[in-house]
Structure formats: structure tokens, C-alpha cells
């Protein structure tokens, strides 16, 4: 006879499970919860990095000892000293590296006797150094004329000066990246050459020319840099001194507290533009992650197109031709736990085979010239690529054996009693059917792929690469070089930078932008996923 607990436990509310659905929807909750709060958080940490706030002018007091800072607010602490005793504190963003030693100051809100917004200070952008906050005072011509800020003529000359040093730099950057790499290109075959075969006298008169051309570019080159640091731009700081930056360094001048609303709208889209358009400056804490963007994007789609046809390929076989027994149960066991393997042991694998024992073979067959020099005996995209699409590759495996099996057997049997073959039935019927389950997969290798930055950086990723895998360079693409990529550079702003409190707008910024770009790419799968879907579709699924 059963008890009244017992009773209740078969016939009451445990019977219908009712705790457990709260429990479990309870869960859900929190889940969601977390994920949205995260991607808020990220999200308005990111966005809000490229508004332009306004400028604050700060007088304070401290043991005696006036100190007036200009800059902008970024942050408010508490901090309690070695008595006990709490101080709030604002952290102030105040530039002008060069004479203050530091970009950042945090100031006692005790200390604070006045704070204002001066109506004429200026935010500078340059190309090297930290950004110039300061009220201007006069431009100082290379030709000895000076222009004082209070002339009407004033911003028009600056402007005209900044538009110059632009086109500058421009073509600087063409001599020096374009023709003079071109040159060393060009010596570099002839090094080649000869250690291939005997010294000749063309060689050496190729050589001569080269040389005599590279010394006439570079002479270029030296005289554009002049004549960036020609023009100076004075303005006076804060604490009354006068600072003076050339103005071919200045690549953007704002007045934060005369901008209305749209002006400081046009602003932040300048900002985000520059920030994704760009390449990065002042050891990655400035500019923008192009190059880092590429990179990922490369990365990415290189890996897919690799673990893609050996995932289907596997899949096929362990599901459609193996023998079902002890052993295929064993590699589907190892596949399945490789997915739970850390990302570093894939990454010291990609090191030892890839780059030491595939690419040493490589540059011994192919490139036996430019050794010592490695090729492909080093760190590149090719190899990073493989190394994911190997971390990837269970994935993909067990998405597509979930795809095909989910193909209704009659479809088989119907193609094998039309007369079709095995492989013909698998072509023509199995694969496009499963194909919406098989990019599933795909989707899954990518956002797991794109985001994994521990084997990268055994295997290729760099802080700063010079060039870009893809370019106008025969033979253009280049799958030996180094790469930027998003999630080393997030890594590198957050711990290897020199200057930690400038690089945290631009850790949101860029873990803002990976999210981006890992949903856009996934949003573009799904799409194909569903069409496909919508294709092939037949009634007994």
C-alpha cells in the first residue's frame, strides 16, 4: 500500500513535472538574460566610443599648488588611501603627451574648485603622438609669415595647408610603398638569381640601375617628409605653455564646444569611418582596423573552404560506405571528443606540422633560393587557416552526418531502383537534400573559427603586418605573410598595451565589430541555408 508521500509523488505535481518546466524556463531566463545584457553592455560601450563629448576646463587645488587641466571626462572612481579614508576621483583625458608625460590624470574631486567649458580649445588628431587638445594661437609659414588665430583668414590657410600635407602623404606613401617596394622586389630577384646561377655582368648592371633609381626615390621620399614639417600650427596649453606640431602631421581638427548636435553627429560617423577604414596608429591605441578586418574576413573564408569538403568528405564515408561496427564507433568517439580538445594543442600541432615540417618541405622544393631565408618556414595565413579548419573539422563532421541522415531512406531506395549507383544516388539525391543541415555546420565552424585567437598566435596573427595577404603585387595573392586579426587585437589593446586606459574605448570598439562581422557572415549562411532549404524540401521530412 503506498503512503500518502508516495501518493502524492505519482499522482501530485512532481507526476506533471510542473517545478521542473519553472525550473528550466528559470534558467532560460537568467541565459538570455546575461547574453543580452553582455551584448548591451558591449554595444553601447562600443558605440558610444566614437561620440565627441565636450570639453571641460578643470581648476583645482592640491598641496598648495594651482594645477588647471583641460581634456575630458572618461571616468569617475572611488579610491580609499592608506588611512581608510574614501576619495572620489574623475579620471580626465587631457592629450598633449609631449608635455605632460602622461595622456590621463585623475583628479580629488576635493581638490576641484571650478570647472568650465572654454569656448575655444581645440582637439587635434595627428598622425604620430597622442591627440593636441589646446586653444590655438598662430600659424608659423616656412617662409617666415605668421598667421594669428584671431585672423578671419586663419582657418582657411590651416585648412588649405592640412589639404596639401594630405595629398603629401599621399604620394609619400606611393614612393615609399609602391616604387621603392617595387625596387626591392626587383633586387631581391636579382639575389635570387644569382644564387641560382653564376654572377653575370647583366646582373650587375641591372643591380647599378636599381640602386641608382632607389637612391633618387629615396631622396623623394626625404624631401616630401621636409616638407611635411615646414608649417607649424602654435597653441597654448592649459598650463600656459606653447606647443608646436607640424602640420603636415594633422589629420583632423574638431572644436568640441562649438559643435552643435549634428556637427558632433557628422563627427562620430567621421570617427566610425576612420575606424573601420583605416590602418592603426600609436602601437594600435589610435586609428582604425582595416588591415585587422581583411585578416579576419581572409581568415574566415579560407578556413570554411577547407574544412568544409574534408568534414563532407569524412561524413560520407563514416555514413554511407564504412561498415558499421567497433571501429567506425571508435572514430566517431575521437571526433567527437577532438572538439572538446583545447584550441592551443591545435595550435602547437599547426606549428610543428604546418610551419616546421610542411613548410620546411616547401621552401626546400619550391623556394630553395631564398633560403635561409623561410617562405613558408614561418607563420602565415595559409597555415593558420588549416590549423582552424582542423579545430573545425569535428564540427563539421557531425553537422553533416546529422544532415545526411536525416535524408528519409526512401529517397535512396528509389534513386538505387531507378537504376542510379551508389555514388550517383549520394550526388544527385543525398547531398542536395542535406545541404541546409551540411551549411548548419559551416555556420557553426565559422562563428567557433572566427573568434578563436590562441592558435593564431602561434601560427600567423601579428600586432602590425605592413602588408596585406591580398594585393596589386604579383602574383597578388601572398598566402605566406603574416596577418592582423580582431581577436588578437583585442587581446593585444586589453593586456600588451603600453597605454591601457587609450586602448579601452577601442577594446568595445573592435569586440563590437568581431560580433559585426561573425553575425553578418552567419546571417549570409543562414540565408543560403534557407533557400536551399526551400529547394529541396520533399513532403516526408
Do not use: C
Not at 636599381?210 to 631622396?219: C, D, F, I, K, Y
Not at 592649459?238 to 602631421?249: C, F, H, M, N, Q
Not at 590602418?279 to 581572409?298: C, L, S, W, Y
Amino acid at each position: 500500500m503506498l503512503t500518502p508521500a508516495a501518493r502524492f509523488a505519482t499522482t501530485g505535481r512532481s507526476r506533471k513535472g510542473e517545478p521542473w518546466v519553472w525550473l528550466t524556463a528559470a534558467g532560460l531566463s537568467v541565459g538570455v538574460t546575461l547574453t543580452v545584457g553582455l551584448l548591451a553592455l558591449i554595444s553601447v560601450k562600443g558605440t558610444s566610443s566614437f561620440w565627441p563629448d565636450r570639453a571641460v576646463q578643470i581648476e583645482s587645488v592640491h598641496d598648495g599648488e594651482k594645477l588647471v587641466t583641460t581634456g575630458f571626462i572618461v571616468q569617475k572612481r572611488h579610491r580609499r588611501d592608506a588611512e581608510g579614508v574614501q576619495h572620489d576621483e574623475i579620471q580626465v583625458f587631457r592629450g598633449n603627451r609631449e608635455l605632460y608625460g602622461d595622456a590621463f590624470i585623475f583628479l580629488d574631486r576635493a581638490d576641484i574648485r571650478q570647472m568650465t567649458s572654454p569656448d575655444r580649445v581645440w582637439l587635434i588628431e595627428r598622425l604620430e603622438g597622442s591627440q593636441v587638445l589646446g586653444e590655438p594661437l598662430a600659424l608659423a609659414l616656412h617662409d617666415g609669415a605668421r598667421v594669428e588665430a584671431s585672423s578671419p583668414d586663419f582657418r582657411r590657410r590651416l585648412n588649405a595647408l592640412m589639404k596639401e600635407a594630405t595629398a603629401i602623404r599621399k604620394e609619400l606613401r606611393r614612393v615609399e610603398r609602391r616604387e621603392i617596394g617595387k625596387i626591392n622586389h626587383q633586387l631581391e630577384a636579382i639575389r635570387i638569381r644569382e644564387k641560382a646561377d653564376d654572377p653575370s655582368a647583366a646582373n650587375d648592371a641591372e643591380r647599378a640601375t636599381l640602386q641608382s633609381r632607389h637612391e633618387e626615390l629615396a631622396a623623394t621620399a626625404r624631401e616630401l617628409r621636409e616638407e611635411l614639417e615646414q608649417d607649424q600650427i602654435m597653441l597654448t596649453a592649459s598650463d600656459g605653455r606653447t606647443l608646436e606640431v607640424p602640420v603636415g602631421k594633422l589629420l583632423h581638427v574638431f572644436e568640441p564646444n562649438r559643435a552643435g548636435l549634428l556637427a558632433r553627429a557628422a563627427e562620430m560617423m567621421r570617427r566610425a569611418w576612420s575606424f573601420l577604414s583605416e590602418e592603426p596608429r600609436e602601437a594600435n591605441t589610435q586609428g582604425g582596423v582595416f588591415p585587422a578586418i581583411f585578416g579576419t574576413v581572409v581568415m574566415t573564408i579560407l578556413m570554411s573552404l577547407f574544412v568544409t569538403p574534408f568534414g563532407v568528405i569524412a561524413a560520407i564515408y563514416l555514413r554511407e560506405y564504412a561498415k558499421q561496427g567497433p571501429l567506425v564507433r571508435v572514430v566517431r568517439i575521437s571526433v567527437n571528443n577532438l572538439a572538446g580538445v583545447p584550441s592551443i594543442v591545435f595550435g602547437v600541432f599547426g606549428l610543428a606540422f604546418f610551419v616546421y615540417f610542411v613548410g620546411a618541405r616547401v621552401d626546400e622544393w619550391l623556394f630553395s633560393s631564398k633560403l635561409p631565408t623561410a617562405t613558408f618556414k614561418t607563420g602565415g595565413i595559409l597555415w593558420a587557416s588549416l590549423t582552424l579548419a582542423l579545430l573545425t573539422v569535428p564540427v563539421m563532421i557531425v553537422a553533416t552526418e546529422e544532415a545526411l541522415a536525416a535524408v528519409p531512406r526512401g529517397m535512396r531506395e528509389a534513386a538505387l531502383a531507378a537504376g542510379a549507383s551508389k555514388w550517383q544516388t549520394i550526388q544527385r539525391i543525398v547531398l542536395p537534400a542535406s545541404l541546409p543541415g551540411i551549411l548548419t555546420g559551416v555556420i557553426l565552424a565559422m562563428a567557433r573559427g572566427a573568434g578563436e585567437v590562441a592558435p593564431l598566435m602561434l601560427v600567423g596573427v601579428v600586432k602590425m603586418a605592413p602588408d596585406l595577404p591580398l594585393d596589386i603585387v604579383f602574383p597578388f595573392i601572398h598566402p605566406e605573410r603574416k596577418f592582423m586579426h580582431l581577436g588578437f587585437h583585442i587581446y593585444d589593446l586589453g593586456f600588451q598595451s603600453p597605454d591601457s586606459e587609450a586602448a579601452k574605448p577601442m577594446v568595445f570598439a573592435t569586440t563590437l565589430l568581431l560580433i559585426a562581422i561573425v553575425v553578418t557572415m552567419n546571417l549570409a549562411a543562414i540565408l543560403l541555408r534557407n533557400r536551399l532549404r526551400k529547394r529541396y524540401a520533399v513532403s516526408s521530412f
